[in-house]
């Protein structure tokens, strides 16, 4: 692929509570519900309806799955709604989670498409946080994906720590997204 092809993501932030550095100035986040806020762009060679259909596939799923080094999964496709249930091992979670989270844990998430647009809801089953993400798309060859989400931890002292972490690694998980939604459209 070339250079100009490439897939990028850029205007990458992580905003928590109500300000934090961002590139050596302070910036708002606009909220103040307690949750880290993920912001990014990506931009994808696809026309927009490619990329939307793409984030609900299974070659994506399956993608995303092996890059997490997830084994244990099922992905399924119902018209507008992707339904994605794993079992994510110990070995696999950061290492701050490992100490609340000995045996792994059991993730859904739920996407589902209206328009271009579609949105993630992750259920962690029952451990305390949630995860939110909204991919909007939009323009043609290359389609721009306008990432919005929160990530919210309910653990007394160490939740902020752990969103900060966590929303660390859905971006890094988002960088690498660009990438695969190519793969899955070609």
Do not use: C, W
């Amino acid at each position: 692929m070339s250079k100009s092809r490439k897939a990028r993501v850029k205007n990458s932030r992580i905003r928590h509570r109500k300000i934090l550095a961002i590139g050596g100035r302070e910036s708002s986040s606009g909220r103040n519900n307690g949750a880290m806020e993920i912001q990014t762009t990506m931009t994808v060679e696809g026309t927009a309806e490619q990329v939307a259909q793409a984030l609900l596939s299974n070659e994506l799923a399956d993608a995303r799955m092996e890059a997490l080094g997830v084994t244990d999964y099922t992905h399924t496709v119902n018209g507008d709604q992707a339904v994605t249930d794993a079992r994510v091992g110990a070995d696999r979670l950061p290492d701050v989670a490992r100490r609340f989270v000995k045996g792994g844990i059991h993730v859904t998430v739920t996407a589902t498409r209206s328009g271009n647009t579609v949105t993630y809801e992750v259920d962690p089953h029952g451990l305390p946080g949630t995860v939110t993400l909204k991919e909007t798309v939009s323009g043609d060859s290359p389609a721009t994906v306008a990432v919005e989400g929160e990530v919210h931890i309910k653990i007394p002292l160490v939740g902020a720590k752990l969103e900060k972490q966590a929303a660390g690694y859905v971006d890094r998980v988002l960088r690498r997204d660009a990438r695969m939604i190519e793969q899955a459209i070609a």
